[in-house]
């Protein structure tokens, strides 16, 4: 089965410092994904990025920064300068397919328990 | 681009009462997921619609059923409500079922009483 496992319940920081969300996940799977996504207050969940299992490349969007180590089964998010509109849920997720309707496969989304991440001023 | 709109966004039912949840896709997506978020846990597969046809399902009971129409907009029903179905319900659309990403709208907040 496969599983995400986000370690850090809540993180506190304050405004302009660097911070690291960690995710580690498993799965049995050769060709999967990776997902990240921001849960403001208001609740709706917001797509920031999707890795495939293939491309280690770390990638790096404004202040953010994804780490993915197939070594070591973690897709770590870096934040970088961090303010306060940074403060949310984020989920790391993991994408499971199998074989669908026509002969497609779906997309299930395994996700993370969430790490809470308040940036102070 | 009209982003995933769900209806409607707050809701109060009875223990055993039956509710409908509803959601239009994102234009352009024929996919269609559902899922459950109770407080303070991750998001939860219900099941995927693709094409007006179940496409893979969670781990949930038969009661949980749904439908999608040919505009790609889609329904979650919940039969003999319990007090746990109290959550968050969340509905996707992406592209073509599989692994692309999953566009969610605003939710739906279910609770039983």
């Known amino acids: 089965a496969q599983k995400v496992t986000q370690a850090q319940t809540e993180i506190s920081v304050v405004e302009k410092e660097d911070v690291t969300l960690d995710c580690v996940y498993e799965?049995?799977?050769?060709?999967?994904?990776l997902f990240w996504y921001k849960q403001p207050p208001s609740g709706e969940l917001v797509f920031l990025i999707r890795?495939?299992?293939?491309?280690?490349q770390n990638e790096i969007s404004g202040r953010y920064s994804w780490n993915f180590q197939k070594s070591t089964s973690s897709f770590n998010f870096t934040i970088t300068a961090s303010q306060v509109v940074d403060s949310a849920v984020y989920f790391c997720?993991?994408?499971?397919?199998?074989?669908?309707?026509?002969?497609?496969?779906?997309?299930?989304?395994?996700f993370g328990q969430g790490t809470i991440l308040t940036v102070h001023p | 681009e009209t982003g995933v709109t769900q209806s409607p966004t707050h809701l109060i039912k009875t223990r055993g009462q039956q509710v409908t949840l509803r959601c239009s896709s994102q234009s352009g997506h024929n996919t269609v997921s559902w899922y459950q978020q109770a407080l303070g846990q991750g998001p939860q597969f219900i099941f995927q619609y693709y094409r007006e046809e179940e496409n893979g399902r969670g781990n949930f009971p038969p009661r949980f059923s749904g439908l999608q129409f040919p505009n790609y907009s889609s329904e979650l029903n919940v039969n003999a409500l319990e007090l746990d179905d109290s959550a968050l319900y969340l509905c996707a659309s992406s592209l073509q079922g599989g692994r692309y990403e999953q566009y969610f709208g605003p939710g739906t907040r279910l609770t039983v009483t």
């Open positions: 799965t049995r799977d050769t060709t999967y994904y």
């Open positions: 997720a993991l994408s499971e397919g199998g074989p669908g309707a026509g002969g497609t496969s779906y997309g299930k989304l395994t």
């Open positions: 890795r495939n299992s293939f491309d280690e």
